[in-house]
């Protein structure tokens, strides 16, 4: 680790045995997401995306800032045990250890297989949208984009001569022209449209307007999933024009165990989020969500309590957008007008 209080990743590992008991020291790559795997199998989506919030390299070149991640290139096979299609990696952690751990962590997603959306050698590679051919005549392509209020820093903007992440500056309405330029020079028709957004603060579930505004101009320009993320915690959907934005995701995989989060937020209750779309218009026909808990950096089915405290949050939140998050047949799913 490099910050300025916790020295050694092990000593996130005592807190959480602390709080929950021990865990097993030796594990293989798909320990963390314990029933995950299971949801996914059940499900089996056409296309699984995450945030990776983190560097992927041995790179000492520490950025200066408070908070430094990285994760050891041998350690990739952790996401390959997901079957991970695509990484999104436009967001405050990813040059955390300089332009050389950034070269490293999209070698070693690279060499993995693993698509990359967000952040390359150049503007046009960190513009450009990871694709997905799901086989059908359909594409999945995503674009991803950092913004400043995320604490991207400016910095990190990719340019012609300098590695970095697509960066965004603010929401207005150039920025959002830019967007849907890169979109209509990168995609066809027929696509399906995911734009990631690391956006807004660690905490909060208040949904500022410039953001709803700029999710809708998004739309507007044919963008059919809006996939956002950075806060620590679950954060309202939306279905605008039949097509959803997920204004923040949550960590789904952290290590705060063992560190209480603040006020009336769970960071160790999560969602997994399994849209479906109609692959002929874009549209959402369905979205399904599984409420996880993490604990001994795994995740299982949380109590009956814990699910129902995160349902219950994630539809008094989502009804601010007409929408509605509900228990049915043992599934919680989204219901709109």
């Known amino acids: 680790m490099y910050e300025q209080v916790v020295k050694s990743a092990g000593?996130?590992?005592?807190?959480a045995e602390r709080a929950h008991g021990s865990m097993p020291r030796a594990v293989d790559d798909s320990y963390v997401w314990g029933v995950a795997l299971a949801e996914l199998e059940r499900m089996r989506p056409a296309a699984r995306?995450?945030?990776?919030?983190t560097s992927v390299t041995t790179s000492?070149?520490?950025?200066?800032?408070?908070?430094?991640?990285?994760?050891?290139?041998?350690?990739?096979?952790v996401l390959s045990a997901a079957r991970v299609d695509c990484a999104v990696v436009a967001n405050n952690h990813v040059l955390d250890w300089g332009v050389r751990g950034l070269q490293e962590t999209l070698d070693s997603l690279s060499n993995a297989h693993i698509r990359v959306a967000g952040a390359g050698r150049t503007a046009t590679e960190a513009e450009a949208p990871a694709v997905i051919d799901l086989g059908i005549g359909a594409r999945i392509v995503v674009f991803a984009l950092g913004a400043f209020d995320a604490g991207v820093p400016r910095r990190w903007s990719a340019t012609t001569t300098r590695p970095g992440v697509n960066?965004?500056?603010?929401?207005?309405?150039?920025?959002?022209?830019?967007?849907?330029?890169?979109?209509?020079?990168?995609?066809?028709p027929g696509d399906l449209v995911v734009v990631s957004l690391h956006w807004g603060p660690n905490w909060g579930y208040e949904i500022p307007d410039e953001h709803h505004q700029f999710a809708h101009v998004l739309i507007d320009a044919g963008v059919d999933v809006v996939f956002g993320h950075s806060s620590h915690h679950v954060k309202a959907v939306e279905v605008y024009r039949g097509r959803i934005i997920?204004?923040?995701?949550?960590?789904?995989?952290?290590?705060?165990?063992?560190?209480?989060?603040?006020?009336?937020?769970?960071?160790?209750?999560?969602?997994?989020?399994?849209?479906?779309?109609?692959?002929?218009?874009?549209?959402?026909?369905?979205?399904?969500?599984?409420?996880l808990l993490?604990?001994?950096?795994?995740?299982?089915?949380?109590?009956?309590?814990?699910?129902?405290?995160?349902?219950?949050?994630?539809?008094r939140e989502c009804r601010r957008f007409g929408a509605r998050v509900v228990k049915r047949d043992e599934r919680t799913v989204l219901e709109w007008h």
């Open 11 to 15: 000593e996130y590992v005592a807190l």
């Open 294 to 315: 993490i604990r001994r950096f795994r995740l299982q089915h949380p109590s009956s309590s814990d699910a129902k405290w995160l349902v219950g949050t994630m539809d």
């Open 60 to 77: 000492e070149d520490a950025a200066p800032k408070e908070i430094n991640y990285r994760m050891h290139p041998a350690n990739v096979g």
């Open 246 to 291: 997920l204004y923040g995701c949550g960590d789904f995989l952290n290590d705060y165990e063992g560190i209480p989060s603040p006020g009336e937020f769970r960071n160790d209750l999560t969602m997994m989020y399994f849209p479906t779309l109609d692959v002929k218009t874009g549209e959402l026909v369905e979205l399904e969500m599984v409420p």
């Open 167 to 188: 960066w965004i500056a603010n929401y207005d309405a150039q920025s959002a022209g830019r967007v849907a330029d890169i979109v209509a020079r990168a995609s066809q």
């Open 49 to 53: 995306l995450i945030n990776l919030e």
